[in-house]
């Protein structure tokens, strides 16, 4: 993965634009839906830049809130259900890649609602580490557990030219941020490196981000293919519980507000996904049963590097 980093923010110049033809005549999406890709598309976009492919991906959870699951499944039963906070590190032979950058104590307090739920701080230490040694950070969306990590830190100015933002993302966190901790001004948007693109964008060596707005105006999903042929799909907050794809069921939680249709068109794809490709693993960032059993079969390393 040597100088993976700048590869991608050169790649991205010309990608940006090339893609948006690519969109146009390689995607002949239907007419009736908001949100279309293919999967094939997908893996020709993250086989555009050369290079050795990543060999693992680990998580690792920092902080938990407890919750009834019929908040994030539609129809689940009012029963006991955990929401990870995780974070992801996509490991290449001379590097690191992060995806989502956690957040901090106070930040976490905020989905507690006045409830005290766990956080923990040698974890949050694990994940800062991370973060400083890694050569790039991606945000799946705004949100403040995914995005406060590379806001809300002292090192600020040593992530900000290493983390890719999308423009959505940006204008969210300036305008509309989901809490007033995460706000940022025109002059911190500067700091971090800011994208935009069509449909795609190919991040590095078997990589590809996928524009997804939906949970949030911002979110984007996150294609790995390994260099053992394992392929991951990292779908952030488009379902908080891997039942919400396998039903096809989007949340229930009256405290956030999403685009139905674009979410149920996203729900309706990973389905099929799912159903069909058994080699491509979608990873739901707050399914802490999930985490566990990947962790279980060795599909994802438990801790970061």
């Known amino acids: 993965m040597k100088k993976i980093y700048s590869v991608c923010l050169l790649f991205a110049l010309f990608a940006c634009s090339a893609l948006a033809s690519f969109a146009q005549s390689a995607q002949k999406q239907p007419a009736d839906s908001l949100w279309s890709v293919r999967l094939d598309e997908i893996r020709q976009v993250a086989a555009m830049i050369p290079g ?9 959870k920092f902080a938990e809130s407890r919750r009834s699951k019929k908040f994030s499944v539609q129809g689940a039963p009012d029963e006991p259900s955990v929401q990870a906070r995780t974070v992801f590190q996509v ?19 905020f989905f507690g609602r006045g409830v005290i739920e766990p956080y923990y701080p040698d974890a949050a230490k694990q994940v800062e580490r991370a973060l400083r040694s890694a050569r790039a950070i991606i945000i799946t969306h705004e949100h403040g557990d995914h995005v406060a990590g590379v806001i809300r830190t002292p090192f600020v100015a040593e992530l900000a030219p290493k983390t890719l933002l999308t423009r959505a ?21 500067s700091h971090y490196n800011v994208v935009d693109y069509e449909k795609f964008l190919p991040f590095g060596p078997g990589m590809a981000l996928i524009k997804a707005p939906g949970h949030t105006p911002g979110s984007q999903m996150v294609y790995v293919a390994l260099e053992s042929g394992r392929e991951y799909l990292f779908i952030g907050d488009t379902a908080w519980h891997m039942d919400g794809v396998r039903l096809i069921k989007g949340k229930d939680a009256p405290w956030i507000q999403e685009d139905q249709a674009a979410l ?42």
């Open 52 to 60: 050795r492919r990543a060999l693992r991906i680990n998580v690792l």
């Open 91 to 109: 490991v290449f032979a001379d590097g690191t890649v992060m995806i989502d950058s956690g957040m901090d104590e106070q930040v976490h307090r």
């Open 169 to 189: 993302q940006i204008q969210a966190l300036e305008s509309d941020p989901q809490m007033p901790e995460i706000k940022i001004t025109p002059d911190m948007a």
């Open 264 to 305: 149920l068109a996203q729900l309706e794809w990973l389905n099929e996904l799912y159903r069909t490709e058994k080699n491509v693993f979608i990873i739901a960032s707050h399914d802490d049963e999930e985490r566990k059993e990947l962790i279980a079969k060795g599909v994802l390393g438990d801790g970061l590097e």
